[in-house]
Nanobody, 120 residues
Framework: VQLQASGGGLVQAGGSLRLSCLAS????????MGWFRQAAGKQRELVAS???????DYVDSVKGRFTVSRDNAKKTVYLQMNSLTPEDTAVYYC???????????????WGKGTLVTVSS
């Protein structure tokens, strides 16, 4: 299973970016998907998650600004980021809980990360 994230870049404060993450490989069931971020010198934190049924959850600092969504047919999860601030600068990683065959437990897979830089 591979996760390929894209969409990062440099944006001014107040701007927007949309991240995408495509899951590929041997996937029987794609369960929860999510986005984490890690800023320089800080621990990785969960930013947003979405279940296979579309239930979402967000860290308080992004509520009202970020929206996570997914397209199950395309095996893709998105993160729409609006009203970005310099505090959102980080490497963003996508994750997915994947069952590779019927009857096996799901395992968490990670993408390589995409850098988001917000200038003031």
């Amino acid at each position: 299973v591979q996760l390929q994230a894209s969409g990062g870049g440099l944006v001014q404060a107040g701007g927007s970016l949309r991240l995408s993450c495509l899951a590929s490989g041997r996937i029987f069931r794609l369960n929860d998907m999510g986005w984490f971020r890690q800023a320089a010198g800080k621990q990785r934190e969960l930013v947003a998650s979405i279940s296979s049924g579309g239930v979402t959850d967000y860290v308080d600092s992004v509520k009202g600004r970020f929206t996570v969504s997914r397209d199950n047919a395309k095996k893709t999860v998105y993160l729409q980021m609006n009203s970005l601030t310099p505090e959102d600068t980080a490497v963003y990683y996508c994750s997915a809980d994947v069952s590779v065959q019927w009857g096996t437990a799901a395992k968490t897979y990670w993408g390589k990360g995409t850098l988001v830089t917000v200038s003031s």
